[in-house]
């Protein structure tokens, strides 16, 4: 069974700090996606990595993905208040066929305090 | 322009009563997810669908009932037999099912028991 793991759980940040948010997950899968929540709203989606050695980077966040580990990093550099949110980071998985389905982890919530 | 339509946005159930969440997207995707969101919590899968007249239970399926008669459609029924339905549901749709691909998120439904 795939599971996807998150950490930290909550994470409080002061502006101007860097900081990541680590995402493993149990079986292979090349295909990792990060999304942004902020309350009562929908899924944003951020970053789609889709193989070993990715990279992807948008305004301070930059996320990579380690297949070979079964690691993804999510890395917030100089942290604004406006990056306050959850992030999940979620793997597809193969459901019984060719379906692929987004397994998510539990998300961190990112508070980052002026 | 094109994407998933949940309604209503908020919905207030009492015991014993069966509700319906809407889900309608016009992107021509051919599968579709139903998920549920506890407060604090990740996305769990209750059911999908790859094609028309098809469907399958996800991780959470006890409960809930869903349908798939037109491409666009996929609503989800929260039955009696759900004792905590109280969540939040979010809709999503994919291009194409075995495929690596961008997830498309409705905007969600908030379902509250009374």
């Known amino acids: 069974e795939l599971k996807v793991e998150q950490n930290p759980l909550f994470l409080s940040m002061q502006e101007g700090k860097n900081y990541t948010i680590y995402c493993n997950y149990s079986t292979t899968s090349d295909r990792l996606y990060w999304y942004r929540q902020d309350p009562g709203k929908s899924l944003e989606s951020l970053f789609v990595?889709?193989?070993?050695?990715a990279v992807k980077q948008e305004g301070r966040l930059m996320a990579s993905l380690d297949t070979k580990a079964r690691l993804s990093t999510l890395h917030i550099t100089a942290a604004v208040h406006d990056l306050s949110a959850t992030y999940f980071c979620a793997v597809d998985r193969a459901y019984g066929g060719a379906t692929n389905k987004l397994i998510f982890g539990t998300g961190t919530l990112l508070a980052v305090q002026p | 322009d094109g994407g998933i339509t949940q309604s209503p946005k908020y919905l207030f159930r009492k015991e014993g009563q069966n509700v319906t969440l809407s889900c309608e997207q016009n992107l021509n995707h051919d599968a579709m997810y139903w998920y549920r969101q506890d407060p604090g919590q990740g996305l769990r899968l209750i059911y999908y669908?790859?094609?028309?007249?098809?469907?399958q239970k996800g991780d959470i399926a006890e409960g809930y009932s869903v349908s798939r008669e037109k491409k666009e459609s996929f609503p989800l029924t929260v039955t009696s037999a759900q004792k905590n339905p109280t969540a939040f549901y979010l809709c999503?749709?994919?291009?194409?099912?075995?495929?690596?691909?961008?997830?498309?998120f409705g905007s969600g439904t908030r379902l509250t028991v009374v």
């Open positions: 999503a749709s994919s291009i194409w099912a075995s495929r690596p691909g961008d997830y498309t």
């Open positions: 669908s790859q094609i028309v007249n098809d469907f």
């Open positions: 990595l889709l193989s070993n050695g």
